[in-house]
């Protein structure tokens, strides 16, 4: 004979292992690592810093180009 199988309960582990496989394949698709993000999150600023060190100031120009703005 066989094992008596509680299906409330089976039905439950079965739609956790399909939510997980699906999670996976998000993960898989979609998703970025946390080193990848923080890869491009370092070359964006790095890149401001490069651009802002080489912004040009006019001699008598006291106020910032962010203040010009206002």
């Not at 094992?3 to 970025?32: C, P, S, T, W």
């Not at 993000?37 to 180009?65: F, M």
Request: charged share 45%; no cysteine; hydrophobic share 20%.
């Amino acid at each position: 004979m066989g094992d008596i199988v509680n299906l409330q309960q089976y039905r439950k582990k079965l739609k956790r292992e399909q939510a997980e496989r699906r999670a996976a394949g998000n993960r898989m698709h979609f998703g970025r690592g946390k080193l990848e993000r923080r890869g491009t999150d370092n070359a964006r600023q790095r890149h401001e810093r490069n651009l802002d060190s080489k912004q040009l100031q006019r001699p008598g120009d006291d106020e910032s180009p962010s203040d010009r703005q206002r």
